[in-house]
């Protein structure tokens, strides 16, 4: 069976299908049963990891509204996520966690009565009045909520996102059942590839299209290598290393990549262990790329120029 979701420094740590599914129920279990009702907000305030897309899952499967916050971001800055999302239940890595604290005393909310440590394993960073994202693990499984509704698909949302704030405060974007579905739909089964996808996943998840990290991995049963954060080295490593054949990026990103000269055969720089040869379609998004960088990255890639696409 295909792993899904993995860790590229272990590989032994990893999710499949069957694994994925069986998490998710339980995560919608044990969230019903803390108190979660349809429609209220559940913050992810963590950095990539294995867990992430199936905590995403498992909060919409239940009725929940996810939305991921900055790690980076200030208690103030927090504070404000917390009240324009009119967050429920908040689940945070320890050494992010001061500052959620923080915004959760700001808005003077019991929130904190509903937060969950995402501890990396079973003791660490839980402290003894906090709980572990496992206690929720401990209340057997239940399905998921399900509709065949074109209306109700189209007007339920599903997923909160916030917005990069370059013009103001960060505002809570929306996203429908059926606009996680279509995304997914018209940007890959409408433009099928003649190779499987395999990937590194390094955008933040908080800040992140949809249906590359949380509908299309389980949907296509791809190999997805999460990165808790992007880095130059690291990313060109796992591409080569694990011979993947599509890569999703910011221009940023790019950028790094290009300048660092790793990928580049003509390049002092340049490494065989950080070559992108075996990659087939390489996608940039989210703002401007400009043509001369796209041009630059393309040269990183494989050979086969008729099978690229460059999405920008």
Not at 241 to 249: D, N
Request: include cysteine; hydrophobic fraction near 35%.
């Amino acid at each position: 069976m295909t792993d899904l979701y993995i860790n590229p420094d272990n590989p032994c740590e990893h999710y499949t299908y069957n694994t994925s599914l069986r998490l998710v129920r339980q995560l919608i279990a044990g969230f019903r049963a803390n108190g979660l009702q349809p429609g209220n907000t559940v913050c992810i305030h963590s950095y990539n990891s294995l867990i992430y897309p199936l905590l995403t899952l498992a909060i919409i499967g239940a009725g929940g509204l996810p939305v991921g916050t900055n790690p980076s971001h200030t208690g103030s800055e927090l504070g404000h996520g917390v009240r324009v999302a009119k967050i429920k239940f908040v689940l945070a890595e320890p050494e992010i966690m001061p500052n959620m604290l923080d915004a959760l005393k700001e808005n003077g909310t019991d929130t904190e009565s509903k937060l969950f440590v995402l501890d990396t394993s079973d003791t660490a960073g839980v402290l003894k009045d906090q709980r572990s994202w496992r206690s929720l693990l401990e209340h057997g499984e239940q399905d998921w909520i399900r509709f065949d509704d074109e209306t109700r698909s189209r007007e339920t949302v599903a997923q909160l996102f916030y917005t990069s704030g370059t013009t103001g405060l960060p505002k809570c974007a929306m996203s429908t059942h059926r606009n996680q579905v279509s995304e997914h739909t018209l940007f890959f089964e409408a433009n099928p590839r003649s190779h499987p996808i395999k990937l590194v996943l390094a955008i933040p998840f908080f800040h992140v299209g949809i249906a590359q990290v949380f509908v299309s991995v389980i949907r296509q049963g791809r190999e997805a290598y999460i990165m808790r954060r992007f880095e130059v080295e690291p990313f060109l490593r796992y591409n080569a290393q694990y011979q993947l054949t599509e890569v999703f990026l910011v221009p940023p990103m790019v950028n790094a990549i290009v300048m660092s000269g790793l990928a580049d055969e003509k390049h002092k720089n340049y490494r065989k262990d950080c070559a992108l040869r075996s990659v087939r379609n390489g996608h940039v998004g989210a703002a401007p790329c400009s043509g001369d960088l796209q041009a630059r990255f393309q040269q990183l890639l494989g050979q086969e120029q008729h099978s690229h696409r460059y999405g920008a």
